[in-house]
C-alpha cells in the first residue's frame, strides 16, 4: 500500500524535528522559513507561510495531511511586534488552511494552552478561551480559521520541551535560542548560571517526542476536533526547574524562586493554565507525567549530548 503524504510546516521547530523523526510510516515533506534543516528521506522546501503565493507550492505536493507546526512562539516577542506575530500566527494558518480545504486534505494545527487566561486550571476543551497576550490571542483566532476546514484537528499542547541536536538547523536566527524552556535551563545549569525562576505559573509541560508519537496515532484513528495534548502534571516553572536540575545531575541551588511580578516579563502569562486531558487520554492516547518525560530526554541527551549531563547524575 502506498504511503500516505504528510507535510510537515514547521518542520524547523521542535515539534517538526520530533515528528519527521517518527514519521517514517509516511512520505515525508517539510517546510522551514529561516532555518533549513537537514532531514533523511524528507523532501524539504522553503515557504513563508505569510506569503499566500509560496504556499501555493503546496498545491503541487498534493499532502495527504498538512500538520501546522509553525509559527511565532516567542510570547514576550510577540507582544512587542503584534502585527507580526498576527501575520506569521493568523494570516499563516490562514493560508494553509485555504490550501488544506482546496486539496481536501487533513489539517493538524497545534494550538497552545495560552488560548485561556490561566484563572482555572484544569481547563477542559469546552472551556471558554480567554487570552490574556498577543500570542494567545493570535493563536486562539487562528484556532478559529483552522476548524473551518472540512477534516481538522486542533491540538492544544502546553510548554513544549525536549532534545534537538543543534545541527539539526542549518542557519540560526535568534529567536531559535529561547524556544524550549527545559533545553535553556539545562544549558544555563551546565554553565553554572544563576536562574530566577517563577513558582506562581502552573502549566502542564509537554515532551515533544510524546506528541510528535500522538499526532501519528491520531492521523491514523482520522481523529477530528479539538483535544487537549499536554503532560498529565500540572507543575509550577520552579518545580519543573528543579526536576530537570535533580534528572540531569545538577544541585538545584543555582535555581532561586521569584514572582511573576518581579520577573517583570513584557507579556502577561497565565498563572494557572493546567489542561486536563482526559478527553484524549479516554481515546487510547499515552500521554506522560513529568518524571517520565524528563527522563526520557535524559535519555537521549546521554546518549547524544553527554557534555549536558551533571555530576551528580549516575548518584541518582
Ligand atoms: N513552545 C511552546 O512552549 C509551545 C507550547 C504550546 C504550543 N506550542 C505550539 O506548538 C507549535 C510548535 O511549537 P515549537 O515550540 O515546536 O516551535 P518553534 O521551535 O518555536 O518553531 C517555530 C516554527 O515556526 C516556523 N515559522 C515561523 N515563522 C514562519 C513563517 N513566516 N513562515 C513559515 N514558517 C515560520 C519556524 O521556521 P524557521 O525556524 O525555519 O523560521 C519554526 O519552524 C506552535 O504552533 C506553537 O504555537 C508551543
Not at 533523511?40 to 501555493?56: A, G, L, M, P, S
Not at 510570547?75 to 480545504?101: H, P
Not at 485561556?116 to 493563536?139: L, M, R
Amino acid at each position: 500500500m502506498n504511503k500516505k503524504r504528510m507535510l510537515v510546516v514547521g518542520g524547523s521547530s521542535l515539534l517538526g524535528y520530533k515528528l519527521l523523526e517518527n514519521g517514517s510510516c509516511f512520505e515525508l515533506y517539510s517546510t522551514y522559513n529561516k532555518n533549513l534543516i537537514v532531514s533523511k528521506n524528507t523532501e524539504i522546501i522553503k515557504i513563508n507561510i505569510v506569503d499566500e503565493k509560496d504556499c501555493q507550492k503546496i498545491l503541487e505536493l498534493k499532502p495527504d495531511i498538512i500538520v501546522n507546526a509553525a509559527a511565532m512562539t516567542n510570547v514576550d516577542y510577540c507582544e512587542q511586534f503584534r502585527e507580526e506575530a498576527y501575520e506569521v500566527n493568523v494570516i499563516g494558518t490562514k493560508n494553509l488552511a485555504k490550501i488544506a480545504q482546496q486539496l481536501g486534505s487533513k489539517f493538524i494545527h497545534i494550538s497552545t494552552d495560552a488560548v485561556f487566561s490561566g484563572e482555572k486550571n484544569q481547563y477542559v476543551e469546552d472551556d471558554e478561551p480567554n487570552p490574556v497576550n498577543i500570542y494567545g490571542k493570535t493563536k486562539l483566532e487562528s484556532e478559529k480559521i483552522a476548524s473551518e476546514v472540512s477534516n481538522y484537528l486542533i491540538l492544544r499542547p502546553s510548554v513544549l520541551f525536549g532534545w534537538m541536536p543543534s545541527k539539526y538547523l542549518q542557519v540560526r536566527d535568534n529567536s531559535v535560542k529561547t524556544r524550549n524552556f527545559a533545553l535553556w535551563i539545562l544549558k544555563k545549569l551546565n554553565e553554572k548560571q544563576k536562574l530566577s525562576i517563577v513558582d506562581d505559573q502552573f502549566s502542564t509541560p509537554t515532551l515533544a517526542d510524546n506528541l510528535a508519537e500522538n499526532i501519528i496515532e491520531l492521523i491514523k484513528k482520522d481523529m477530528q476536533g479539538v483535544f487537549h495534548t499536554s503532560g498529565l502534571s500540572c507543575i509550577n516553572r520552579l518545580d519543573f526547574s528543579k526536576k530537570i536540575a535533580k534528572t540531569f545531575g545538577y544541585l538545584d541551588n543555582f535555581i532561586v524562586p521569584c514572582s511573576s511580578k518581579e520577573l517583570k516579563q513584557i507579556a502577561i502569562r497565565p498563572l494557572q493554565s493546567c489542561l486536563n486531558c482526559e478527553k484524549i487520554v479516554k481515546k487510547g492516547i499515552k500521554l506522560l507525567e513529568i518524571e517520565q518525560a524528563i527522563e526520557i530526554m535524559h535519555n537521549q541527551i546521554k546518549k547524544e549530548e553527554p557534555e549536558l549531563i551533571g555530576e551528580t547524575s549516575e548518584k541518582k
